[in-house]
C-alpha cells in the first residue's frame, strides 16, 4: 500500500503556481542542504519506482540520486521496452501492479500522454518524465527553478528560446509555465523548427497570451543595443504575433522586449527528424560574440543539455552560462517533489486543475483521437476516448481536446443520442453539446453518411424532390454491370465488395445482373466502414471474402467528398493487396474532397453541398423484380440558425 | 528491338509545367489561407518546395510546405505494414482543417497515392485533399485521379518513366527509358 497520497505530476498545469513556489522553496532548502553535506531520511522505508520505456540517462539519475539522498530506496526494470510492453502487457497493467511495489512510480514514454494513462491506473502517485512529444514537467521545473535562482523572480523577466521549438516537449512546457508566471517570450526559432501552431493557439485562447518570433540575425541587432526591433512584414509567418480573437495579419507587431534576461538554448532534436528529411536550416551557435551586447548583459544562458555544438566551450567560464547548475537543480528539485508529496495527508484528496472538466463521450460511435501517436491509438482495448471542450477559432467546427494527449479534435456533425438527431455543429448549440457530454448523450460524426448508417436523422429536413424512381434505379444498376463486364478482362477474376448499407444491397443487385448476363457470378462481401475494425462480411456465406491479387469493385449508393472510398481502401488494405480495385457508384454527385474517380457511375445528379442525396432500396428479400419502394430523394438540410450558404 | 530513352519534358518545359501547376492551384484556391502543400519524398518533396516558391513568386501566397515518406505504408512488400510510428513525416503545421496539395512526380498505379491519403487521414482530419503529379502516365490500378497534371504522358508498360531533379540528379527531365 502506498504511503504517499495520490497526486498525479503529469503535466505542469497539474500544480497551481503557489504550489509551485512551495516545491521552490522546498528546493532551495535541499540545495543548502547538500552543500552542507547534510544526511537526510524525509523518505525513509519509501520505495521509488523508476519504469522508463525510453532511454534517459540524466532525468533517470537525478530521480534516483534525490529519492537516495532522501533515504528512500529505488526499484526499477532494466529494460523497459515499447515495443515488447505493447505485444504483452498493458500500461494500465504495469501502471497496477508496480504500483503494488511501491510508493511512487517515475514514468517515461514514447506515446503522447501515457504518464495520464499510468496516473488512472496506478494506485500510487505518477510522476511524469517524459510522454511522447508532450510533456516533461519536472524538467521544466528545474529550468523555472534555475530562472527564478538566478533572476530573483519570474513574473517579467524576458527569455529567449533559442533553436529546436518544434519537437523540444521541455521547451513546450516551459512556454505554458513561463507564460502561466507573466514572463516575456522571444522566440528565436532555428529556421523550419518554429514553434507549432497548437501551442500558439492554446497560448492564445487560454491564457490570451502571445510572444514575438525574430530570426537569430534580428536577435543579434537586437541584442547589439538597437532600441527597434526591426520584423519584416513581408513574412507574416516570422511574427507570431496575435491575440485569440484577430486574424494573425492584422496584429501590430509586439513591442521588442528592452533588454534580456536569460537565453535558453535547446538542443536538435535528431532522433525526432526522420533522415530523408530535407535538412532544416543552419542551427543557432552561440558563443561570447552572442552576448556581448547591453541587453544580454545580465541574460543568464540556459540548455537542457546535452550539447550537439550549439553552445561554445568558451561560454562555459562566463558567469552568466548556467547550464551546468541547471542540471545539477534536478536533484533538489526532484528532492522537492517528493517532499512536496509527503506534506499531504495521505487520503488527502485533491483534483488537479487540468483534470478538473473532462468529458467521457459515451455515445456511440466514440471519436478517435487524430493523434497517430496519441496512447489512445496503442491501448485502445481498454482506454475510453476522453475530451474536453475546447475554443476553436472557427465557429461551425465543435472542437475537442483529447484528455490524454491534448490533441484537438474538429467535429462537423454532432448527434444527440437519445432523440437519435444529428445536427451540422455551429457555435449556437455549444451550449447543448455543452449538457449532452454531461448527460452522456452527444454523438460525433465524420459525415451525414456516419450519422445515417448509426440510425441517426437529420434534425430538420427541408423539401423533398425524387431524382430517381424504382425504374430508374434499376436501368442505372443494369448499367453498372454492363459497365463492368465491358471493362474487365477476366471475371472469374472480379469480387465485389459494397459499403454498408445501400452500397452492399447495390452491390448485391450488381452481381446478380452480371451473373445473369455473363454466366459469372462473382463473390460478394458488405465492408462496415464505420464499425471499428471495419468488418467484411460475405455475402454468400460460406468462404471468407478473398482480397489478395482480386480484382476488387468497391460498390457505393452516392460518392460525394470520398472519405468513405477511402477508408473503404483502407480497411480493405488490412486484408491484403488487391491486383485492382475500381469503384462503382449509383450517383455521383460532385463535391469530392479527395483525388478519388469512380470508375462506373449510373448516374450524376448535381447538388449543392447542403442537399442530402438518401437513396431507399427495398430489402433484399423483397424479390428482384419487386423493388417498388426504391427512390432516390433530394432535400436540403436546414441549419438550426444560420443561411445554408454560410455553411463550409 | 528496344527503343531508345526519350526525353518527354526538358528542363524548359518542366519548369513552365511547374508554373502552371501553381498558377491552378493559386486559381482554384481563391486567395485561401489554409492551403498547404505536401510533398511525397523525395521528388515529390522537391517539387512542393518549387511550386510554393512559384506560388510566393507570382501570387504572392505563402504556403507552408511539409514532406511524408510513404515507404512504410506501401503494399508492395518493400516497406512495414502501415504503422504510424514508423511513417517519416515533417509536417509543421496541424492539418485539421487545411486543403492539402499533395505533390508527387509520377502518378502511375495510383498505390502511393492511396498510401498518403492514409497516411495523412491518420495525422488529421484535413478539409480536402488534391493531387498533384507532373506527369500521368495513366494505367491506373485504382480509382485514384490528380487534379494537377503537368503532362499526360502515354508509355507503353514495361517503360519506365524517370523525373529527373537538379535538388537530386543534377539537371531537370522527364525520359522514357526502359526498365533496368
Not at chain 1, 184 to 207: C, H, Q, S
Not at chain 1, 477 to 493: G, K, M, R
Request: glycine share 6%; with cysteine.
Amino acid at each position: 500500500m502506498t504511503r504517499l497520497p495520490k497526486i498525479d505530476l503529469v503535466s505542469i498545469e497539474d500544480l497551481e503556481l503557489p504550489e509551485i513556489e512551495r516545491i521552490f522553496a522546498l528546493a532551495d532548502g535541499f540545495a543548502a542542504a547538500l552543500d552542507r553535506g547534510e544526511t537526510l531520511s524525509a523518505a525513509n522505508g519509501l520505495v521509488m519506482a523508476t519504469l522508463f520505456y525510453e532511454p534517459s540517462t540524466r532525468t533517470r539519475l537525478s530521480f534516483e540520486s534525490a529519492m537516495h539522498r532522501l533515504g528512500g530506496a529505488v526499484i526499477s526494470s532494466a529494460d523497459m521496452n515499447a515495443s515488447s510492453a505493447a505485444k504483452g502487457e498493458s500500461l494500465a497493467d504495469t501502471a497496477r501492479i508496480v504500483s503494488a511495489y511501491a510508493d511512487l512510480i517515475v514514468l517515461r514514454h514514447p506515446h503522447d500522454g501515457a504518464a495520464r494513462v499510468a496516473a488512472d491506473y496506478a494506485a500510487c502517485p505518477i510522476i511524469n518524465a517524459g510522454d511522447g512529444s508532450r510533456e516533461h514537467p519536472t524538467q521544466t521545473l528545474c529550468d523555472l527553478f534555475i530562472l527564478r535562482r538566478k533572476k530573483g523572480k519570474l513574473k517579467g523577466l524576458t527569455v529567449a528560446l533559442c533553436g529546436d521549438l518544434k519537437f523540444g516537449r521541455t521547451v513546450h512546457s516551459l512556454i505554458y509555465a513561463l507564460a502561466r508566471f507573466g514572463a516575456n517570450i522571444l522566440a528565436v526559432p532555428t529556421a523550419g523548427m518554429d514553434v507549432p501552431d497548437y501551442v500558439l493557439a492554446r497560448l492564445a485562447a487560454e491564457r490570451h497570451y502571445s510572444f514575438s518570433t525574430v530570426t537569430m540575425d534580428e536577435l543579434k541587432t537586437l541584442a547589439g543595443g538597437l532600441d527597434a526591433l526591426y520584423l519584416t512584414p513581408s513574412a507574416p509567418h516570422q511574427m507570431a504575433l496575435f491575440t485569440g480573437d484577430v486574424p494573425l495579419d492584422k496584429i501590430p507587431a509586439a513591442e521588442p522586449p528592452a533588454s534580456l534576461d536569460a537565453f535558453y538554448v535547446t538542443r536538435l532534436q535528431k532522433e525526432r527528424i526522420a533522415a530523408t528529411q530535407p535538412r532544416p536550416g543552419e542551427y543557432v551557435r552561440f558563443d561570447a560574440r552572442a552576448l556581448k551586447g547591453h541587453r544580454a548583459q545580465e541574460a543568464v544562458v540556459m540548455h537542457p543539455l546535452p550539447r550537439t555544438g550549439e553552445l561554445a566551450y568558451e561560454l562555459d567560464s562566463d558567469p552568466r552560462a548556467v547550464y551546468f547548475e541547471q542540471a545539477a537543480a534536478g536533484v533538489p528539485v526532484r528532492m522537492a517533489i517528493i517532499a512536496w508529496l509527503l506534506e499531504h495527508k495521505r487520503d488527502a484528496h485533491r483534483v488537479s486543475p487540468a483534470a478538473a472538466e473532462t468529458a467521457r463521450i459515451t455515445a456511440e460511435p466514440a471519436p478517435r483521437c487524430a493523434n497517430a501517436n496519441c496512447i489512445t491509438r496503442f491501448e485502445g482495448a481498454y482506454l475510453h476516448p476522453r475530451f474536453k471542450l475546447a475554443r476553436a477559432a472557427d465557429r461551425g467546427l465543435l472542437a475537442l481536446r483529447c484528455d490524454f494527449c491534448e490533441r484537438e479534435l474538429r467535429v462537423e456533425f454532432v448527434g444527440h443520442a437519445r432523440s437519435h438527431r444529428y445536427y451540422r455543429y455551429d457555435e449556437n448549440l455549444y451550449g447543448y453539446v455543452h449538457n449532452w457530454i454531461a448527460e452522456g448523450s452527444l454523438a460525433v460524426f465524420d459525415s451525414v453518411k456516419q450519422a445515417e448508417e448509426n440510425g441517426y436523422e437529420p434534425y430538420k429536413r427541408g423539401p423533398q424532390r425524387e431524382v430517381m424512381n424504382d425504374a430508374e434505379i434499376a436501368t442505372a444498376v443494369e448499367s453498372l454491370a454492363d459497365q463492368v463486364i465491358a471493362d474487365v478482362q477476366d471475371l472469374t477474376n472480379v469480387s465485389i465488395v459494397g459499403v454498408v448499407s445501400h452500397g452492399a444491397m447495390l452491390a448485391v443487385r450488381i452481381r446478380d445482373q452480371i451473373a445473369a448476363k455473363s454466366g459469372v457470378r462473382p463473390p460478394a462481401a458488405a465492408l462496415d466502414v464505420y464499425n471499428p475494425g471495419a468488418t467484411v462480411v460475405a455475402l454468400d456465406g460460406g468462404d471468407a471474402f478473398a482480397v489478395q491479387d482480386r480484382a476488387l469493385v468497391i460498390v457505393d449508393d452516392v460518392i460525394n467528398s470520398g472519405w468513405t472510398v477511402q477508408r473503404a481502401m483502407n480497411a480493405l488494405w488490412q486484408r491484403g493487396r488487391p491486383a485492382t480495385v475500381k469503384l462503382a457508384v449509383l450517383i455521383d454527385r460532385g463535391h469530392r474532397a479527395l483525388p478519388i474517380r469512380p470508375n462506373y457511375v449510373g448516374k450524376s445528379i448535381p447538388t449543392s453541398r447542403t442537399d442530402r442525396v438518401q437513396v431507399r432500396l427495398a430489402p433484399p428479400d423483397s424479390g428482384l423484380k419487386h423493388h417498388a419502394h426504391d427512390r432516390v430523394m433530394i432535400y436540403s438540410m436546414l441549419e438550426a440558425a444560420k443561411s445554408p450558404q454560410d455553411a463550409r | 528491338m528496344t527503343p531508345k530513352p526519350r526525353v518527354v519534358l526538358d528542363a524548359a518545359a518542366l519548369a513552365r509545367s511547374v508554373r502552371r501547376i501553381a498558377h491552378e492551384i493559386a486559381e482554384r484556391s481563391d486567395g485561401a489561407s489554409t492551403v498547404v502543400l505536401v510533398g511525397v519524398v523525395r521528388r515529390g518533396a522537391f517539387l512542393a518546395e518549387r511550386i510554393a516558391a512559384e506560388l510566393a513568386r507570382t501570387s504572392q501566397i505563402q504556403v507552408p510546405v511539409g514532406t511524408l515518406d510513404i515507404s512504410s505504408y506501401r503494399d508492395d512488400g518493400k516497406g512495414a505494414p502501415g504503422d504510424p510510428r514508423l511513417l517519416a513525416r515533417d509536417i509543421p503545421f496541424v492539418l485539421d482543417g487545411k486543403r492539402v496539395v499533395l505533390v508527387d512526380d509520377v502518378l502511375y498505379t495510383g498505390r502511393t497515392v492511396r498510401a498518403a491519403l492514409d497516411a495523412l487521414s491518420d495525422l488529421g482530419r484535413a478539409e480536402s485533399i488534391q493531387l498533384a503529379v507532373l506527369v500521368d502516365r495513366g494505367e491506373r490500378e485504382l480509382p485514384i485521379r490528380a487534379d494537377y497534371v503537368g503532362k499526360n504522358i502515354e508509355a507503353p508498360a514495361g517503360q519506365r518513366v524517370y523525373v529527373r531533379l537538379s535538388e537530386v540528379d543534377g539537371a531537370d527531365a522527364v525520359i522514357i527509358g526502359n526498365g533496368k
